[in-house]
């Protein structure tokens, strides 16, 4: 996160209460009206079928959020993934690829770009074409193949054609309208659930609140970091505007952590007690701090960059000096940064990476159920068609 992202999230949210601050807080106000206005235009489009949706041949499944920031896309889809493939399927994951292919030039790839990061033999990108997130995805998922594009109508039909998957997993999808999706699920934060109940750039929704009707589930990410009253309270707000709506409550776990040189494990009690420098590159950067404070890490000291930054090599350098400089044990890093760093600009310093997971609390029958039986339908209703891709002018039901 970047000192401009920390001080207009301290501007939406109320923390800053200085004498400017009603009117800076008033000028975002209307852009956020200038926002709400285009949005609901673009989606009143694919309503009254003003605009042209497609359909892939494969069951094609979102994992997204109402709001900007870090809610657990990743860590979800990665649990998604596997669970299909523990039931016998063979998913692909289609990502927008957020700084795919941009190096510290600031240069970004062709929107119409279409890159295999990993197939089913293995990874074919690096970190520098295809991003942070894919980049962990592949790693983390032997055999799932991993594309990315800024449109997924044509990353979807790239993987269709040469994979056969028959489930396409899209990751940070929900406002994609121009697909039709048989499944929807929304990841909500429990720490910041609502956005500030404001549309960009007055709060941190991306929509309004009843985008949610077209969600068929929702799952309430680091739900153990509230008590069990919020978490009521937020699952009625939710059910309030969409009663029919799988909800399920999860945690992000910290599984172990692994050095960054030698692959070696380590348990979690290893880092406790001891002083350490986080760093990240969230778009929730709390969440990492909150976890490792959470191991008994005192104290913890933030590195914090934009979300999904490509490091530079004289950038980890100086971090590496700063921990030197304040005598810190070494560097606590997360996967997702991980694949960014090369060994060899640490300078020898101690480098561990957190290794977590998504736990559920609550829900987690009914929303494995619910992924069952859609892809079921879906199955029942492909075996009665030629399952060949097709373009239409409606916009249907709550997957459009």
Known sequence: MSDFEAAWKALVSGETRSWWSPAARGGLGILSGVYGGVVGTYRT?????????????????????????????????????????????????????????????????????????AGPEGIRQPVTVSGDEPQLLARSLPGVPVLIGKRRIRSGKVACEQFSPDVCILDDAFQYWRLEKDLEIVLINATEPFGFDRLLPRGTLREPLTGLRRAHAAILTHAAWVDKARRDEIRARLLSIHPGLVYAEARHVPVRFRDHHSGEVFPLESVAGQGWAALSSLGSPESFERTLKGLGV????????????????????????????????????????????????????????????????????SLESLVKDRLMQHLSARNGSHGEPSSTHRATGVGA
């Open 298 to 365: 005192d104290p913890v000291s933030p590195e914090r960059f934009r979300d999904h930054h490509p490091y530079a090599e004289e950038e980890i350098r100086s971090v590496a000096r700063r921990v030197t400089g304040q005598g810190l044990s070494g560097l606590l890093t997360t996967e997702k940064d991980s694949v960014k760093i090369p060994s060899g600009w640490l300078d020898g310093i101690r480098c561990l990476v957190l290794e977590i997971d998504l736990e559920f609390l609550s829900g987690q029958a």
């Open 45 to 117: 489009g694919y309503t009254l079928g003003l605009m042209k949706t497609t359909r892939l041949p494969a069951f094609t499944v979102t994992v997204g959020n109402m709001t900007v920031g870090g809610t657990g896309k990743t860590t979800t889809v990665r649990w998604l993934a596997r669970r299909l493939q523990e039931w016998g399927h063979q998913p692909v994951i289609l990502s927008y690829g957020y700084r795919a292919g941009e190096g510290n030039d600031g240069r970004k790839s062709d929107k119409n770009t279409v890159t295999v990061v």
